[in-house]
């Protein structure tokens, strides 16, 4: 696996959605997108992490930066999920985890003693040409959101 860096192409993809959408990057070509990718729905921490995204949702659309939230979740649980805790955030389901590993963010990870795999908590700034504009790995929630939208808001 390979590690994304800043000025590579974002790898491409093409996902179910919540609302029974399909979701693709290609789409959002010409204007940046935040991709973040997080372990599950409705967890503390990913719980947080979608609602801080979501409360400053107006200030990236007002930007023209789409957000898309990915996990290996299905999409009917990312809509029992958005409904839950009012999310404004688009959601992608990657349950083959095809693009959490194309993304490298499905890795090895250990609790209690076990490894397994599972998505590390990462975030991509895409800019309007589809290149990575910034990576952030082994993200912590508080403040997240925030940074990314100054980030962005760069671009």
């Known amino acids: 696996m390979t590690e ?12 179910d959605g919540d609302g ?3 979701l693709r990057l290609s789409d959002y070509s010409g204007h940046p997108v935040v991709v973040y990718f997080y372990p599950k729905d409705d967890t503390p921490g990913c719980t947080k992490e979608a ?11 007002a930007k023209n930066i789409t957000v898309i939230g990915i996990s290996p979740d299905t999409a009917a649980k ?5 409904a839950k805790h009012e999310l404004t955030v688009r959601l992608a389901s990657d349950p083959e985890t095809a693009t959490c ?3 490298g963010v499905w890795v090895e990870k250990s609790m209690y003693g076990k490894t397994y795999m599972g998505v590390e908590r990462s975030t991509f700034l895409i800019d309007s040409k589809g290149e990575i504009a910034r990576v952030w790995r082994k993200v912590k929630v508080a403040g997240h959101a925030e940074e990314v939208l100054e980030a962005a808001a760069k671009l």
Not at 4 to 15: M, S, Y
Not at 78 to 82: G, L, V
């Open 101 to 103: 590993q194309d993304y």
């Open 4 to 15: 994304l860096t800043v000025g590579q192409k974002a790898p491409g993809f093409e996902l």
């Open 51 to 61: 609602l801080s995204f979501s409360c400053l949702s107006a200030e990236f659309a």
């Open 20 to 22: 029974g959408k399909t």
């Open 78 to 82: 990312h809509d029992k999920f958005k």
